[in-house]
């Protein structure tokens, strides 16, 4: 049987082998990614999450870290995009998120609890800004 490597012996392979990561970039950071928090707990982390919902949690996993937080969704165009928030067991709690083009087509999701709008942002324009330095790591982990 074949074993493939998971990311944690890949990380540990390319570090073994001196290469410096000095910035982590992290889309769809969720609540945290252990994994990347483990292996480069000295990077400087860029967390991109559009949901508004999480950002307590993820400022709470990463207080010990160098990190800058955006609400912002990752695509191939700087517009806006607008998060509709669902509860699909019916508690009232969110349970899902949805991403839609328009303003229009969020108010026309049915069963939602809210909606609201975000910045849609290139890759490109977010690097711009700088805070990214030295050698970096992507890391791409969406839905929709």
Known sequence: MDRI???EDSLRALLGRG?????VIDVGVHHATQKLMRALPD????LLEPTKERADAIR???ADFRYDLQQVAVGDK????????LDIV????????RVVATEAEA???ANQLENYAVQLRRLDTLM??????GTYLVKIDVDG
């Open 43 to 46: 990077a400087f982390h860029l």
């Open 19 to 23: 290469l410096r990561i000095e910035t």
């Open 107 to 109: 108010k026309s999701v």
């Open 78 to 85: 700087d517009d806006d995009i607008w998060i509709v928030n």
């Open 60 to 62: 709470a996993n990463y």
């Open 128 to 133: 711009a800004s700088g805070d990214c330095t």
């Open 5 to 7: 490597p998971s990311t």
């Open 90 to 97: 019916g508690k009232g709690d969110v349970t899902h998120s």
